[in-house]
T-cell receptor, first 113, second 115 residues
């Protein structure tokens, strides 16, 4: 079993829809949670970053963390064609001086006009 | 703002050939990383460097070597390329120590095909 599971999609939605992207994880020691956006033939870029359970909002994006369920989500409101990309969740575990960063495999999102 | 620059962007090699992937960052970051990205596998860490002069193995180091030439540059070398090393390679950098709570900044990748 992978430490971080993410549905690969693809997810296809109409412009203006609310998008929900999710990751589950198995190790309760993960402490920091991130979402990266990756456009085709580009490197990942950081979208959201949080370390506590609950919601964090930035414009049309909301990151949600539920540590008790080991589940994180990214919500995109009023989705736009420019949001079409692959979204990677990532999380950091701090363990006795050896830190570990694990990425999900990514969910491909297509927003059509 | 250049950020993290990787060269080359594309490369095709024959099995057994060697090559070096170059990476440079202009953000004065201490930590630098090399990842490979394969379909369905996510990003996997090959090697990292927490500071100039130090390097350590990541999750999938076999078949690779690295050099932290100075604070800006971190290169990845394939000594004898194998088809299993066909992948997209990303270099990243971050402030602070290895996997601190500082986010990573990525280059745009090198697409490597080995025949």
């Amino acid at each position: 079993q992978k430490e971080v599971e993410q549905d690969p999609g693809p997810l296809s939605v109409p412009e203006g829809a609310i998008v929900s992207l999710n990751c589950t994880y198995s190790n309760s020691a993960f402490q920091y949670f991130m979402w990266y956006r990756q456009y085709s033939r580009k490197g990942p870029e950081l979208l959201m970053y949080t370390y506590s359970s609950g919601n964090k909002e930035d414009g049309r994006f909301t990151a949600q963390v539920d540590k008790s369920s080991k589940y994180i989500s990214l919500f995109i409101r009023d989705s736009q064609p420019s949001d079409s990309a692959t979204y990677l969740c990532a999380m950091i575990l701090f363990s006795g001086g050896y830190n570990k960063l694990i990425f999900g495999a990514g969910t491909r999102l297509a927003v059509h006009p | 703002n250049a950020g993290v620059t990787q060269t080359p962007k594309f490369q095709v090699l024959k099995t057994g050939q060697s090559m070096t992937l170059q990476c440079a960052q202009d953000m004065n970051h201490n930590s630098m990383y090399w990842y490979r990205q394969d379909p369905g596998m996510g990003l996997r860490l090959i090697y990292y460097s927490a500071s100039e002069g130090t390097t350590d193995k990541g999750e999938v180091p076999n078949g690779y070597n690295v050099s932290r030439l100075n604070k800006r540059e971190f290169s990845l070398r394939l000594e004898s390329a194998a088809p299993s090393q066909t992948s997209v390679y990303f270099c990243a950098s971050s402030e602070g120590q290895h996997y601190s709570n500082q986010p990573q900044h990525f280059g745009d990748g090198t697409r490597l095909s080995i025949l």
